[in-house]
């Protein structure tokens, strides 16, 4: 596989990632190589791992995995354990593990005195095609998601589809999401392959979700417009992913599960308000209940996650602006949508 030129550093996969790394080594005179994983990827990634590395790691350091482990408390960990170490500014930190470690880890290297270099790489589906490209880092604050980070580049992100092998398959569904998102705001025909095509062989469409993720990235690094079609489905995907793991009694989501329920949900939304076909939108419902089995939302469950959108509402002047779709492929930013259309798009869910 080719490897993929992002904004200020590459993508690399397989063989071409273990030479890029090794090289990157080589010519970067690092005062100290630490390593950041959770339990799992310590158990399942790190021994691969350090049969690629050639260089010694100066520490590894461990955090609990988990969204309810992405906050600051855990950074704080992270930068003691840097400082503790004798981190200092040509200290570089490696990020092995999903989206969860990847957004925190990037957050703690580019604050850690004042940012030192990062690498990433992503061992979950969903950090593969999106969570480690694109340089957002961050935590959550409480239940609301990402609300402290910045966007900074890692030196690479480095792909490894072998890491795929040990990850639980309800975690590849969650990534399988994403990318069919990628087809949706960007390529029908990709849309198309992917929804045919079967999940547990993934790993083959990795690259492509890459190259669109990063073709909208690199025109457009800081969101200011373009960027905001990577977040179809995930206004309203959001407030249901942060319901849902504010209320311990309802099931957790997974993001990518989460964002599925707000695909079909704007996918609605669209087809009211800027022409996406009914034909188009079932077609959409269907593949994603066709990997996600279907939320029982109550009354009470969507009266409380409305509020959690018009928490965000409150905070943007009184606009929702929704990514929503012309068609299969073809994204349009900045809509505002009535709210009344948010109780239709809860029963079009539903039935
Ligand atoms: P995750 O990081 O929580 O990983 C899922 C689980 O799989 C964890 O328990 C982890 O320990 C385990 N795991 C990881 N790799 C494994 C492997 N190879 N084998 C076995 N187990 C493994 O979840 P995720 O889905 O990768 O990431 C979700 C996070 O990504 C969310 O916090 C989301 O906000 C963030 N995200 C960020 C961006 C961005 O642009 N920065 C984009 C999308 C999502
Ligand atoms: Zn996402």
């Known amino acids: 596989m080719e490897s993929v030129k992002a904004q200020s550093y590459d993508v690399h996969i397989d063989e071409l990632a273990q030479a890029a790394l090794n090289q990157h080594i080589a010519k970067n005179d690092y005062s100290k190589i630490f390593v950041l994983v959770d339990t799992n990827t310590k158990k399942y990634c790190l ?38 170490f004798d981190g200092d500014r040509k200290s570089l930190l490696i990020n092995l593990g999903g989206g969860v470690l990847t957004d925190l880890g990037g ?32 935590v959550d604050l ?17 792909i490894f589809p072998e890491f795929l092998k040990t990850l639980d398959p309800r975690q590849i569904k969650s990534g399988y999401a994403e990318m069919l998102k990628h087809g949706l705001i960007k390529d029908r025909e990709y849309w198309d392959d ?16 890459i190259a669109i993720k990063n073709d909208v990235v ?52 669209s087809h009211k308000l800027t022409g996406l076909s009914k034909l188009c939108l079932n077609e959409i419902k269907e593949t994603f209940l066709q990997y996600f089995e279907k939320v029982d ?22 606009n929702i602006n929704f990514v929503l ?13 009535p709210e009344d259309l948010f109780v239709e798009a809860f029963s079009y869910y539903k039935e």
């Open 218 to 269: 690199l025109q457009d690094p800081t969101e200011k417009g373009l960027r905001k079609i990577l977040n179809f489905g995930h206004t309203l995907g959001h407030a249901i992913e942060s319901y849902c793991l504010e209320n311990y009694d309802k099931k957790t989501l997974l993001h990518g599960e989460a964002i599925a329920i707000g695909m079909i949900m704007e996918g609605f939304l």
């Open 47 to 84: 021994p691969a791992f350090e049969k690629k590395f050639e260089e010694s790691i100066d520490s590894i350091f461990e955090i609990e995995p988990g969204e309810e482990n992405k906050h600051i408390q855990t950074c704080l960990q992270v930068w003691e354990q840097l400082s503790n």
């Open 194 to 209: 992917l929804r045919h095509g079967n999940i547990f062989e993934a790993a083959s469409s990795i690259q492509k979700s």
């Open 107 to 138: 957050f703690v290297a580019s604050t850690f005195k004042r940012g030192i270099d990062f690498i990433n790489i992503p061992t979950t589906l969903l950090s593969m095609v999106d969570a480690s490209i694109g340089g957002k880092t961050g």
């Open 325 to 337: 779709l012309q068609s299969i492929g073809v994204a349009v930013t900045d809509i505002k949508v």
């Open 142 to 158: 409480g239940s609301l998601k990402n609300q402290i980070g910045v966007i900074n580049q890692p030196q690479m992100v480095l």
């Open 297 to 318: 939302f109550d009354d009470n469950d969507m009266d409380a996650i409305l509020k959690l959108l018009k928490y965000d509402k409150k905070n943007s002047h009184g």
